[in-house]
């Protein structure tokens, strides 16, 4: 125990003298790595912030002159400068972590053999996961969903919000957001590619002049597609397509419009406004629940 004691009070001694070495070396290494490591990690801000500047101007030159609406080109341009900022993030992580663990003094060569390894297992154990990832690469490069389309996935209906390699996030108009893996979309239905489509059914009843309704409808229909409002939403006349089904207590007319995406709905309650108050006004009877006994 007194030769322990005569030990510590020896280097206790000695620690004054070995104190001036200490800082030199410290000052050494943080004048080297220390410097070096601030460099890389001021390098992967940098980067990060040039993707999203670059990611922000993909999208200013996809813009066009109006915005009130977005077209393909504008929501391709956000889905693709989304997954360019996210790949280069990760990329940044990735190395710059590599580069600091270098300047740490660490053997690169051992982190990176486990892991490939620590890799290797997760592959094995997530098939799913590689799954998600390549069905999201074939999702993004086919185009078949762009970041503010309008979509039904299996039961789910709203609108993309965000689009990764793993998964596509949608908000239904009850803005419940709903995350579903691309591994697991087997059936997509896209409403607003290209252009999309209002389809209206108005039912009226059977002691009405069906031509006459038909045409009023048609006059309806083309005062909407030549308002300046609705005009640039609408990209042809309203078609008529006539009596759709004969029902228990109406006769049923299906009217289309072809518009702009996302615009369907917009274009379909405005037209069913006036078909309603016309209706009131001429005396046209709407269709209730009858019966003859």
């Not at 005569?6 to 070995?18: G, M, S, T």
């Not at 209206?200 to 409002?229: R, S, W």
Request: charged share 25%; hydrophobic share 45%.
């Amino acid at each position: 125990m007194q030769d322990t004691l005569q030990e510590l009070i020896r280097k206790l001694d000695n620690l004054p003298q070995k104190t001036p070495v200490i800082a030199d070396r410290l000052t050494e290494w943080a004048l080297n790595h220390g410097i070096r490591i601030l460099l890389i990690l001021f390098g992967m801000w940098l980067l990060v912030k040039i993707a999203g500047v670059i990611g922000k101007r993909i999208i200013k030159i996809a813009e066009d002159d109006d915005p009130t609406t977005e077209n393909d080109r504008e929501r391709r341009a956000k889905t693709l400068a989304q997954i360019f900022k996210l790949m280069v993030k990760a990329l940044v992580i990735a190395f710059g972590s590599i580069s600091i663990i270098k300047e740490l003094g660490f053997d690169i060569g051992p982190v990176l053999a486990g892991a490939g390894i620590i890799g290797l297992a997760i592959g094995f154990g997530s098939q799913s996961l590689v799954k998600d990832i390549v069905a999201g690469f074939f999702l993004i490069m086919e185009n078949q969903i762009r970041v503010g389309d309008v979509v039904r996935i299996a039961d789910i209906s709203g609108t993309v919000e965000k689009i990764t390699l793993r998964i596509v996030v949608l908000r239904d108009m009850e803005a419940v957001v709903h995350v579903i893996p691309n591994g697991e979309i087997k059936t997509l239905s896209n409403l607003t590619y290209g252009w999309s489509r209002a389809v209206i059914n108005v039912g009226v009843g059977y002691k009405e002049n069906i031509d006459d309704v038909m045409a009023l409808l048609k006059k309806l229909g083309n005062e909407l597609a030549l308002e300046e409002k609705y005009k640039s939403n609408i990209l042809e006349e309203p078609v008529i397509l006539g009596v759709d089904s004969l029902d228990e207590s109406s006769v049923n007319i299906k009217v289309l419009f072809k518009t702009v995406p996302l615009m369907q709905w917009d274009v379909a309650r405005e037209f069913r406004r006036r078909v309603k108050n016309e209706f009131d006004r001429r005396g046209i009877e709407f269709p209730y629940p009858q019966r003859t006994i």
